[in-house]
């Protein structure tokens, strides 16, 4: 057999002979069956290396973070029906968000999808704006992280000197100091930021996700142990509906915690999967995992938190329990963890979103497309790689067949060349910016409610809503069937987004934010009188 055997393999085999003789010879032909195609070998970064579990762990701590300990004291002012309809509603419009973004991704196809290569293919002038969008939702967003995790752990050192029966005559103020803490956690999480793939916090993500279930014992425990009751501050009045002028204010909050676009495309190009449909499938169930996890999560802390304290429930439910036990300290500590290991999931697309806006492509974006199959297996004919071309020809049947059932092209090989990413000395600088400038900040602003509420009402609204709705509108024809529940997504973020901007931006002129040396002392002093 010859070089091009291989081709002839799976073609008749014909073999003739003549006899000898008057008689002539007789032509005899064998059919030899066509060899069964041997299964494409897939590496990791062909077919992404994330497991399901670990993209849902990565999601659901993308959204739980800061919402979690903030959302239980809005209960005050939209009482518990109407707070469990506000979450419902938030966590199906930002399922919807997401869905509708994988949808994007799917079509256009390739594992190196972002807002801004698919926004290429959609409104080319927009695309750094969209960035400018998510780069500025993270931010505010990792500033938050490290103000709560600020706040927790002078609590958490009150916690465990109490419960270890000492007195807080003999801790230092430094220990006492939020900007100590904050200083020292973010030095803690340099290892972290610096890290290349998304999948690489999973771990990171597992440990948050066990000190989410351990708060919710907490918070479950002293519900249903009325013994607690007297370690407890008094309950206020508990509502079923509230309608009040805080709405407004506090709804970007609701937005928030359902907030995991940002991370949405990197966890859909780094998911396992080994076609279209299997890739769909798998995200939408991390996306109805992670929402629906996050959901059940909100709404168990919040009901529960509201009945037990009613209107006197502060913006920090685990503040409210008593700090006698190691039950509460640990508690407090897990709180901590949750937050902080939240940080670098926001760095992640921060970062990329940050080097889109200030490197964009000069030439635009070379996106995948459905013939990705025909030019590598041209590419391998050329070589002489007679074996895998004829794999890609039987490959590329089965590939098509999916796309036509999918709506979408599926190459073969991972898309993610080694040129597409970030430079190491450009990773470093704006990782090294973002770090400094959200360190700088979260050290002179106290008030965690106010960049949350800015969060939502820019950011969240328009990562969340605007954006995936305008884009896969712009992807698909008139006849596709959510492409008008898309549209409305779309105008439904800017009605949320331009509302809630205006209620924050009255709540920020009407109220001051307390820096240096005086907000320094008096919040010490309000933490040792609380203790």
Known sequence: MDANGSRDAHSAVRGSGSGSGSGGGRSVSISVPPAVPRPRKRTASSNGGASLTSSIANLANTIIGTGMVA???????TGWLLGLFLIALCGFTGASGLYLLTRCANKLGGRRQSFFSVAMKTIPKGARWFDLAIALKCFGVSISYLIISGQLMPQVVLSFLKAAGHSHDAIPDLLLDRNFWVTLLITLLLPLCFLRKLDSLRHTSYLSLAAVCYLVVIVVFFFINPNLRGSLPPRGEVHIVVLSTHLLPIFPVFV??????????????????????????????????????????????????????????????????????????????????????????????????????????????????????????????????????????????????????????????????ASDEMPLKRWVVITCLILTTTFTIALLVDDLSLILGFVGSLGSTTISFILPGVLYASLHDRNDKLRRPAQALAVWGVFVGTVALGANVLKLIRAGVTVGAGAKADRISALLERW
């Open 256 to 417: 928030f915690a359902f907030t995991c676009a940002q991370n949405m495309l990197p966890v859909y190009n780094e998911l396992s999967a080994d076609d279209a449909l299997m890739h769909m499938d798998r995200a939408q169930w991390a996306i109805g995992a992670s929402i629906g996890g996050a959901g059940c999560v909100y709404a168990v802390v919040s009901v529960l938190g509201y009945l037990e304290f009613g209107g006197t429930l502060g913006d920090n439910i685990i503040a409210m329990y008593p700090s006698s036990s190691i039950f509460v300290a640990v508690g407090r500590l897990s709180i901590v963890l949750l937050t902080i290991f939240s940080y670098p999931l926001q760095v992640h697309p921060c970062r990329a979103a940050i080097e889109k806006v200030i490197y964009p492509p000069r030439s635009g974006v070379e996106l995948p497309t459905g013939d990705e199959d025909d030019d590598e297996s041209a590419d391998e004919d050329r070589q002489g790689q007679a074996e895998d071309d004829h794999d890609n020809d039987n490959r590329g049947d089965v590939d098509h067949q999916i796309s036509l059932l999918s709506g979408a092209s599926y190459p073969s090989h991972s898309s993610t060349a």
């Open 71 to 77: 959302l239980p004291g809005n209960f005050v002012h």
